[in-house]
């Protein structure tokens, strides 16, 4: 079954073509960050302008890229939320429209799933049941995943998302969007211990997260380090955001690993944008060895927001012979 997948949550455009829910025959992605960096993040309706524009575009590249005719495609599968909704609602009527003149079947696809169901992609994906944890720039979640549609949620932030905490420390010290991937480069040379920023537990039973005490001690850190009229120097930079990322990283290890324990289960997903960090999948892989717990990571393109995701679900549900409505609606939150 050949799926083609449309992912538009929020501010890459994204088409795919995906053989059985397994093997990636195209995988385009349009960036929208040089439109949204100067404003130091996503500015939603001009998401949701360039979705209009590119969408056309991209996907004619996915079908040209796979070697594929629309009559060769056998359901279309597009993200329904959560995500920014002017955005979604460009690839969800596109999906829709074209279900419609093609005679396809097609399916809304949760994001979160997508982003869970990345792993599928790889060479050796891991047997269920799982824990899954979704760190994105929205959400940061742990799951029990007992298969596709499957899914118990055993903790979520309660304020900031881990993503978002990057963005807004990276943005805070001038640095740039998105602040994930600049903070991990600027860490390999930074000192991860050489600030002692808070890590919120919040209670030895809890599977929740807390983002926000963190950010405002870093908040807190630079007001009462005021900076030099040359600027900051350079290594004290590192060193901040290198102990930032620590800070999170080491939150996101402990707990994931501690919910894989309490579930019984050896094997860990790790999924969203912000499983693409470095450190994070280092110290996962190094600290889960010791409890014989099997990390499996998709390749950092997969963990970025990509339609082959989404191709994955769609086939799984689609080979199930489930379809969405054309009344379909999107939703800026759509919980799993
Ligand atoms: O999954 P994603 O592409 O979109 C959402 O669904 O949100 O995640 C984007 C988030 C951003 O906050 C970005 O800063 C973060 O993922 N991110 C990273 C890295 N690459 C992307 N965070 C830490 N380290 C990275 N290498
Ligand atoms: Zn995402």
Known sequence: MRVLAIETSCDDTGAAVVLDGRKILSNVISSQIPIHQKYGGVVPELASRRH???????????????????????????????GLVGSLLVGLSFAKSLSFAAGLPFVGVNHIEAHLSAIFLEEKPPRFPFIGLVVSGGHTSLFRVDGFGKYKRLGQTRDDAAGEAFDKVAKLLGLGYPGGPIIDELSKAGNPKAIRFPRASLGKDSFDFSFSGLKTAVVNYVKSHPEPVEGYPENLIRDIVSSFQEAVVEVLVKKTLRSAQHQGLKRVVLSGGVAANRRLRERMKEEASEGKIKIYIPSPSFCTDNAAMVGVVGYEYLKRGIRSPLSLNAFSNLPL
């Open 52 to 82: 209009i524009e590119s969408v056309v575009p991209i996907v004619t590249e996915a079908l040209e890229t796979a070697k594929v005719s629309l009559n060769e495609i056998d359901g279309i599968a597009v993200t329904q939320g959560p």
